[in-house]
């Protein structure tokens, strides 16, 4: 991993990040958003990143191989100490760890703070990130049946769970 910076994201980031984001957007059934986004449609999603419980990290070499994120589970008060969670690696970036060097980071910031739970909804099939889920103890706690319609079908979305407190 020698010349990978991981740091919290910058607004100067943003514009890597959509890059990135749009390429599951537009090629994949990962994310069920269907347009692409611009820096400026994304910008309501980036201005969550202004507390302890929604963080941003990225990992650089100079590109951004891509970023990990936090943000509320559910915007009632109740659920405030659960977030969902999320990692997005560059094309050109995978298979090197990274993606597990962000989630390292974000989940131990997330343990520093009022978190309880971390939640992550995986779009099915996609053992890859099932698998790589399972690896930071997350647990399979619901499956969702055709929840989503992207590519002319429906797709299941199996949620998973973990304790982010020590």
Request: aromatic share 16%; proline share 2%; net charge negative.
């Given at each position: 991993m020698n010349g990978?910076?991981?740091?919290?994201?910058g607004h100067g980031d943003l514009a890597e990040i959509v890059?990135?984001?749009?390429?599951?957007?537009?090629?994949?059934h990962f994310t069920f958003d269907?347009?692409?986004?611009?820096?400026?449609?994304?910008?309501?999603w980036w201005a969550q990143f202004d507390n302890a419980r929604s963080q941003c990290w990225v990992i650089t070499d100079g590109v951004l191989g891509g970023y990990a994120c936090s943000v509320p589970f559910k915007?009632?008060?109740?659920y405030e100490?659960?977030?969902e969670v999320s990692v997005y690696l560059h094309t050109d970036h995978t298979r090197r760890g990274l993606g597990q060097r962000l989630y390292e980071r974000l989940l131990s910031e997330l343990s520093?703070?009022?978190?309880?739970?971390?939640?992550?909804g995986i779009a099915l099939p996609n053992e890859p990130s099932v698998k790589f889920h399972e690896r930071f103890g997350f647990s399979q706690v619901a499956t969702f049946h055709e929840v989503g319609r992207k590519f002319d079908r429906y797709w299941d979305v199996?949620?998973?769970?973990?304790?982010?407190e020590e």
């Amino acid at each position: 991993m020698n010349g990978y910076e991981l740091r919290l994201a910058g607004h100067g980031d943003l514009a890597e990040i959509v890059e990135i984001y749009n390429h599951y957007v537009l090629n994949t059934h990962f994310t069920f958003d269907i347009e692409p986004f611009s820096v400026d449609t994304r910008s309501v999603w980036w201005a969550q990143f202004d507390n302890a419980r929604s963080q941003c990290w990225v990992i650089t070499d100079g590109v951004l191989g891509g970023y990990a994120c936090s943000v509320p589970f559910k915007a009632k008060r109740a659920y405030e100490t659960s977030v969902e969670v999320s990692v997005y690696l560059h094309t050109d970036h995978t298979r090197r760890g990274l993606g597990q060097r962000l989630y390292e980071r974000l989940l131990s910031e997330l343990s520093l703070h009022d978190v309880h739970r971390a939640y992550a909804g995986i779009a099915l099939p996609n053992e890859p990130s099932v698998k790589f889920h399972e690896r930071f103890g997350f647990s399979q706690v619901a499956t969702f049946h055709e929840v989503g319609r992207k590519f002319d079908r429906y797709w299941d979305v199996a949620w998973f769970e973990r304790s982010c407190e020590e």
